[in-house]
């Protein structure tokens, strides 16, 4: 499919009833740079992060008082080649990131430009002061030491070290340490079973990782300063997650228990009752399933500061501990929502310490420099935002620093206590970085919006709760037409989100292809659509009994009813036109899109569906569940159009699921339009690609829901 690189403005001559003209374009609504990767330094006044302008992925720096971004690297073109993983140094000297996409399961790494030369993945370094960016190694992930001249980075099962600066390199090609022989990178040590996880200690002298054996794990102790391991309290169990002391001297740890024989044994006809205790679900003595340790880092010796109780079945599930002033931090789910709690690092706490109150999901965090004040991006009590809130991590009353219509997320604690930096938008403005002081105020811009960019020409969202057919509650943004008249029908659209584990918000959105998508909802609406955006069941920010309802995907696909609920309701508004009712969206919402078409196309006219599963699992027998909760099990009754987009080189969702889904169509005679994308994966890497498939988006949406009006687009065509 060619890329038409025209820009123009393109009226649809067709019978007209009603005139919309479009205030803005698409490319207007996306032109701001999109921010991710924020990061503090721990001893500096200064942040980093990284901004994609249209394609074009750059790092910049910005530092008290004046916080003027600085622009550090010039990669110009937009060629897909992706940033991320970005670290500073402790000093705030220099930042360290990784450019290019991840490694499929085939070590593939993405090529969405399709350069002759392949593609790779590696770590790069700038300094903050200016200059060039260089090349460190190549590398799937990144540690930086907090002295900022070394990187630790796994491949293959082993870890490995390289210098920041490359004079660090002695005459001869050898890395002190071992790691360069003869032009050749060696791992840092070798021991037996896969290392990973590499966390450097505060004096970046020695290295705790985690090291699986299969049906257990250790967490080890690497000194570079004098070669040699120290394994902490070795046992049969699977130890995870280790966390530096801020002196230096110890590591917590987590500790579940080692692999039972029938984790991995035939049991025949046998059930677990039949069975004697511990042979099927292991625990420790007493009956807990989960323990909290520290060591000593010199000598491994440790001992267990908190455990949960046997009956326990949510603080179990936490994945990291994080040590915090004299407290260890971790994020668990008692109460419904996933919050932060605490204990103490000496040992003694009964009851761990919940620091996050309220009905809301705690998404993203940061420390002070001295681990002692938590600052959390949470939706308690704004349910469809994110604002900041702080609290000791000993425990104490949290309290709320920002306010408001805005959505602050991504906390960056400055060192000197005064300020903390966020990533915050509202309906109107995009995602950008921002300076609150540390007990809370007015978030202060930091990067100006292009002049293109419409800001006042914004609709404001408004929050709707709809309630399925089954009685299940779910949650809505609608965007209503600024010029909508009384007694007018105007087409409506559906967007549907992906996941299914996210969350659309009352603006701009905190990942990069939801940023996209509010902004579209906001060019249809500007347009002259009904836009609903829709929060279906088995999404994040509404608590786990919402997140975890019962029969979603192949075991029953309940979260479709919430899909057919929200087009019934715009159905029956009296300012929508029935018969014009349209869906779209990626990944998850490419699958309810298809899900809309093929069992309702009376109801839905028309739908664009990006990389959507059609087929859960791999039964085609029309008896079992998973068969009847896919899309392609009603395909006989698909007659609506549908545009399905997708990349060849998709690691979520199988490209095979598209392939397929056209195979049906076609012998269906079902009418479908194709974009395919060569070498590209789920969410394109390749901005021009977006810009690509939202105008194709625009553009079918008008044939199938706008026949019959004037109707005037600027884009491309």
Known sequence: LPLIATHTLVTLTVPASVAQAQRFSIEDVLSPGYPSGLVAAKAADRIAWIENEEGRRNVYTAAAPDFTPKRLTR????????LSTLRISDDGSVVVFLRGHNANRDGWIANPASDPRGAERAAWA?????????RVAEAWNVALSPDGKWIAYTSGGNIYRAPVNPGV?????????????????????SVFGSQGSPVWSPDSRKIAFVSNRDDHSFIGIYDTDSPGITYLAPSVDRDTSPTWSPDGTRVAFIRRPGLPFGASADRGDARPEDLPDGMIQARFAGGHDFSIRVADAETGEAMEVWHNSPDDQFFNEARQVIWAGDHIIFQAEPTGWRLYYAVAAAGGTGEPIELTPGDG?????SLSADGRTLFYATNAGDIDRRHLWRVPTSGGTARQLTHGGGIETYPAALAGGDHVATLSASASQPLTVAVVPANGGTARYIRELPSRYPLDLHVTPEAVTLNAEDGYEFYNQLFMPPDMQPGERRPALIFIHGGSRRQMLLGYHYRHFYHMAYAINQYFANKGYVVLSVNYRSGIGYGREFR???GRGGRGNTEYRDIKAAGEYLRDRADVDPDRIGLWGLSYGGILTAQGL?????????GVDIAGVHLWGNSID???????????????NWTSPVLLIHGDDDRNVAFSQTV????????QGVPHELIVFPDDVHSFLIHERWLLSFNATDRFFDRHLRAGENVTTGGRR
């Open 169 to 189: 390199v002695n005459p001869g090609g050898v890395v002190s340490g071992g790691l360069v022989v003869a032009g050749q990178q060696q791992p840092l040590f």
């Open 361 to 365: 999901l705690v998404e993203q965090i």
């Open 622 to 636: 029309p008896e079992s569940v998973s068969y009847q909760s896919s899309a392609i099990s009603e395909v006989e």
């Open 598 to 606: 093929a069992r309702d196309s009376d109801l839905f006219a028309a």
């Open 126 to 134: 700038v300094s903050t002061a200016g200059g060039e960016p260089w």
């Open 660 to 667: 397929g889904l056209v195979q049906l169509l076609r012998a």
């Open 75 to 82: 990669f110009e073109d937009d060629d897909g080649h992706d």
């Open 548 to 550: 975890n309802a019962p």
